[in-house]
């Protein structure tokens, strides 16, 4: 069963704190995304990563950090920095992000609480 | 940069009647995706557009790809509980720049 997973689905942390959310795929894509949501505002971009060991920042990185040691997983550090981290976190990827076909695969999501 | 406008923001219609989402790009766009998203979902694709004027149907659901690559827009004939959701488009630009518009919530009345 091909797709993306993220977890965990619901998180809480206390104000301060870094955590990591993680998104792992088996779709053999290429180019991995990080979106925030929050009511009203629609999807933004926060990082994206279009090969292994390369990513670059997206409209809002600030107070974000990302790794991409592995084609399959491209984990997202939300850390102290970040001043209003409450938000629903998605995960997306692209077969590769300079085809002209670029559907994006979107995991569940990760709902993040910041006590 | 790339802005992309989506209206209306909310949208509530009887079950039965039309609806209709609009999207205009700030810049010309090399394609145009559509995307819904269930209460409590996550986006899922609808389809890609591609070409100046290009229209595509599914089912009930028509997507429109303007002819200066600018606006889209995407109408469901005889809306159905099932409809209810978040519509989002989702313009390529530049440097293959992705950027979703800010969404239309569809609330369907039975």
């Known amino acids: 069963d091909g797709g993306i997973t993220q977890s965990p689905k619901y998180l809480f942390r206390k104000e301060g704190q870094n955590v990591t959310l993680s998104c792992e795929q088996n779709l053999n894509h290429d180019a991995m995304y990080w979106y925030r949501q929050d009511p009203g505002q629609g999807l933004r971009l926060i990082y994206y990563?279009?090969?292994?060991?390369?990513?670059q920042k997206g409209d809002i990185a600030e107070g974000y950090s990302v790794s991409r040691e592995k084609k399959e997983s491209f984990p997202l550090t939300v850390t102290s920095a970040q001043k209003n981290p409450t938000a629903f976190y998605l995960c997306?990827?692209?077969?590769?992000?300079?085809?002209?076909?670029?559907?994006?695969?979107f995991g569940p999501g990760t709902r993040l609480t910041v006590l | 940069g790339q802005q992309v406008m989506q209206i209306p923001q909310y949208q509530h219609v009887q079950e039965g009647e039309d609806f209709t989402t609009y999207c205009n790009s700030s810049?010309?766009?090399?394609?145009i995706q559509w995307y819904k998203q269930r209460p409590g979902g996550h986006p899922v694709f609808l389809i890609q557009l591609v070409k100046s004027g290009e229209v595509k149907k599914q089912k009930r659901l028509t997507f429109q790809f303007g002819e200066a690559k600018k606006n889209s827009s995407l109408h469901i004939t005889a809306t159905q509980t099932t409809d209810v959701g978040t519509y989002f488009c989702?313009?390529?630009?530049?440097?293959?720049?992705?950027?979703f518009g800010i969404g239309t919530k569809l609330q369907v009345i039975p």
């Open positions: 810049t010309t766009l090399s394609n």
């Open positions: 990563s279009q090969i292994v060991n390369d990513f």
């Open positions: 997306a990827s692209t077969l590769s992000a300079g085809s002209s076909y670029n559907e994006q695969f």
């Open positions: 989702a313009g390529t630009g530049g440097y293959q720049k992705v950027t």
